[in-house]
């Protein structure tokens, strides 16, 4: 649409103002996402100034420094999210079911002289289906041209190709 039509009073014309509120959306949208990820920088360093203030302090015991070392996992993984939605304007949800246990195991680990049995059991169950989701996509639904066995990673020849491959080293 040209700036004549939107002098003639077709701005509101719907392809226009779709791709015009797109437009603004997306900027708003990345402008969020970018305020993420300069946040969750902020967060990374303030975390790893703490975990070095704690390593020189003679109050903190190493078992104390294990979810503060988690914690600066699961922001790394964060950010790396966020970079990946920038660029690649999709969200890798095996990245968020990566963090997604790392931030289970990390409770687990604050919280495990306090846990009861039941909560074991509910965090078995949570564990599974994180892992299936993480593996499913990844190894069942994959298609079969691009399918392969790691071990035999060589294809079989058929007949016809070898006549081919025969033909073609002869002229």
Known sequence: MKFKDILKGNFLHE???HE????????????IIVLLTVLLFILSINALYDIVLALFSEKYSFIELIPKFL??????????????????RRVDT??????????????IIIKAPHLKFYDYIGIS????????????????????KDFRLKKNQKRIKTKGVKKIEAQVRQK
């Open 71 to 88: 914690y600066v996992f699961i922001l790394t993984e964060l950010f790396r999210l966020t970079i990946v939605y920038l660029t690649e």
């Open 15 to 17: 392809k226009f103002l």
């Open 125 to 144: 169950i949570l564990l599974a289906v994180l892992g299936s989701m993480y593996y499913i996509p990844k190894y069942i639904f994959v298609s079969e």
């Open 94 to 107: 095996s990245l968020i079911i990566k963090t997604t246990l790392i931030a289970i195991l990390r409770e």
């Open 20 to 31: 015009k509120l797109g437009d603004i959306f997306e900027l708003f949208e990345d402008i």
